[in-house]
């Protein structure tokens, strides 16, 4: 202890101390507070940076999450649309099949009534040329026959007879 | 620019201080008896460890006997009813006394003491000098290589500092191998020990007396071996600085705590008997802080400077093909542990100022730290 205290040099002391003290100053005022604040200044700016790379990649996530959706409701709405579209070509196509069906049934209807018109006009037709045909050959035969008188008078007994018979 | 400037300043000093270096500070010591090597080495050891007047590099013996000794006078600095400057070269060593404005002093054992023209020295029955001893503001060596020391942490983290400016923010050159270290210092030392709130205002003290602290340790590992940090009154500044700070930032409750340590777990009536005990042992604790802070500081280097000398004082004296390489192999690895104990106690010392101040600064929101003054004592 009295070599400790036989070494204690005042002069030492005191400049040290002085000495010390100034330097703390000067380091505190020209070296540590830029130096700090420096390294301060980059921590934060580190920090802001990768906050901002979060914010943007969670955005980037939302857009993609939107465009995503937006695609997904793109494909469900041409999928609607393209079942729509379906659907109306075969409503579409089973009404004209219907209609034509309708239609063509109508066609036969008039056609089979036009063919039955014509044939009863036909067949009415063929009766009165028969009939005059008869006619004809009636006359004829008639004339014929009413060249001498018995046949006329018997020809006339004969029609009566047969008309009595219808 | 600045480069030129620094080493035209380097060379400045050179060139005035060469003068003094060669061909001075030649002494006859033929009337001394030869010492024998032990003792020389001894006292070799004992002059290097305490502080000197002038900043010698290194002496040698020539044929005839005479001591040469090479390196340069410091300023010597007394107050003595009045100031008295001289340079330490008057001395010679103490061989010869100064004389200064009509009085005489003779430097004896490192200590200058006044004495008459004829340089008598009286002595108390314990062989110590009763001489006057003026006070010394000597420019001493440790005072000088804390000067250098100080030029040279201003010159390295000014311009660390104007680094980070011009740069916008990014070290560069020794600055990269600095800011590890500063960043170190700030998250774990600083932040842990004191408290996010309050760090920042003990950051400058404690960057300061870090790099101080090492960068003397360093200088002290260098040949030139100038024993700073192992200085008792230089521990004890550092120390006392450390205290000052501690008691000057001290919140009210780290006063509260010292002189009410219980706080209100009890009566207090019931407190009265005890704290005739825990109030002197606090207050204890308060002055033993800083007390080992210097003791360790100051017995760390010291002895390693010891350990050091001793064994390059060995190579002298086994002189043996076997000894000789062994002491330099030993002498090497204690240096290499010297290089980290540097570093150590630099870190010691800055941890448990860190410590104590966060113990000062701490705002407690209740009275639940009744372990700290445990930890404290460290």
Redesign the interface.
């Known amino acids: 202890m009295e070599k400790?205290l036989n070494?204690?040099?005042?002069?030492?002391?005191?400049?040290?101390?002085l000495?010390?003290?100034?330097?703390?100053l000067?380091?505190?005022k020209?070296?540590?507070?830029?130096?700090?604040d420096?390294?301060n200044?980059?921590e934060e700016?580190i920090k802001n940076a990768l906050a901002a790379a979060e914010e943007a990649k969670k955005e980037m996530q939302n857009v993609t999450a939107d465009s995503e959706k937006l695609l997904q409701e793109a494909r469900n709405e041409r999928e609607t649309m393209l079942k729509e579209a379906r659907e109306i070509k075969d409503k579409m196509i089973a009404d004209s099949k219907e209609q034509a069906k309708i239609e063509g049934d109508k066609m036969i209807k008039q056609a089979q009534a036009t063919i039955e018109s014509e044939k009863k006009a036909a067949v009415a037709d063929i009766k009165n040329q028969v009939a005059e045909l008869s006619v004809e050959i009636a006359e004829k035969v008639i004339k014929e026959q009413l060249s001498n008188k018995d046949k006329q008078l018997k020809m006339v007994d004969d029609m009566l007879g047969d008309i009595k018979l219808n | 620019m600045q480069k030129t400037y620094f080493a035209n300043f380097l060379l400045a000093i050179v060139l005035l201080l060469s003068a003094n270096m060669f061909g001075k500070d030649k002494e006859q010591h033929s009337d001394e008896p030869q010492k024998d090597l032990k003792t020389e080495i001894k006292e070799y050891i004992q002059h290097h460890l305490?502080?000197s007047h002038d900043f010698s590099l290194f002496s040698y013996t020539k044929e005839n006997g005479e001591h040469v000794y090479v390196g340069l006078p410091l300023p010597v600095?007394l107050w003595d009813d009045g100031l008295k400057v001289f340079s330490s070269s008057k001395f010679h060593h103490g061989e010869e006394l100064a004389e200064a404005d009509g009085n005489y002093y003779k430097l004896y054992h490192g200590k200058i003491y006044k004495t008459d023209a004829k340089g008598t020295i009286d002595y108390d029955a314990e062989e110590h000098p009763t001489n006057i001893k003026p006070?010394?503001?000597?420019?001493?060596k440790?005072?000088a290589m804390?000067?250098i020391t100080?030029l040279l942490?201003?010159w390295l983290?000014?311009s660390?500092?104007?680094s980070?400016?011009k740069n916008g923010?990014?070290p560069k050159g020794a600055g990269r191998f600095f800011?590890p270290i500063?960043?170190y210092i700030?998250d774990d030392i600083a932040r842990p020990n004191i408290g996010e709130k309050n760090y920042?205002k003990y950051?400058?003290?404690l960057?300061?007396v870090f790099f101080?602290i090492w960068f003397l340790n360093i200088f002290g590992l260098t040949p030139l071996g100038i024993n700073v940090t192992g200085?008792?009154?230089?521990t004890?500044?550092?120390a006392?600085?450390t205290f000052l700070i501690t008691n000057f930032t001290g919140t009210k409750d780290y006063w509260k705590h010292l002189f009410d340590p219980l706080g209100d777990t009890m009566p207090w009536y019931a407190k009265i008997p005890l704290y005739i005990i825990l109030v002197p042992i606090e207050l204890l604790g308060l002055i033993i802080k800083p007390f080992s802070l210097l003791i360790r500081l100051y017995a760390n280097m010291q002895a390693g400077h010891i350990v050091l000398m001793s064994l390059i004082g060995l190579m002298f004296l086994f002189k043996s093909w076997l000894g000789s390489p062994l002491s330099f192999a030993l002498a090497f690895a204690i240096s290499l542990i010297e290089i980290l104990v540097a570093l150590l106690q630099a870190y010691i010392f800055t941890m448990l100022s860190a410590l104590y101040f966060g113990f000062a600064s701490e705002e407690h929101d209740h009275h639940e730290h009744e372990d700290e003054p445990e930890l404290a004592h460290l």
Do not use: Q
């Open positions: 400790l070494e204690f040099s005042l002069g030492l002391f005191v400049w040290l101390t000495l010390f003290i100034l330097l703390l000067l380091l505190r020209y070296a540590w507070k830029p130096i700090l420096a390294v200044d980059r700016g | 305490l502080d600095i006070l010394d503001f000597s420019i001493t440790n005072v804390i000067f100080g942490m201003f983290f000014t660390l500092a104007r980070y400016a923010g990014i800011e500063v960043l700030r920042r950051m400058p003290f960057l300061t101080f200085n008792i009154a230089i004890c500044g550092l006392l600085l």
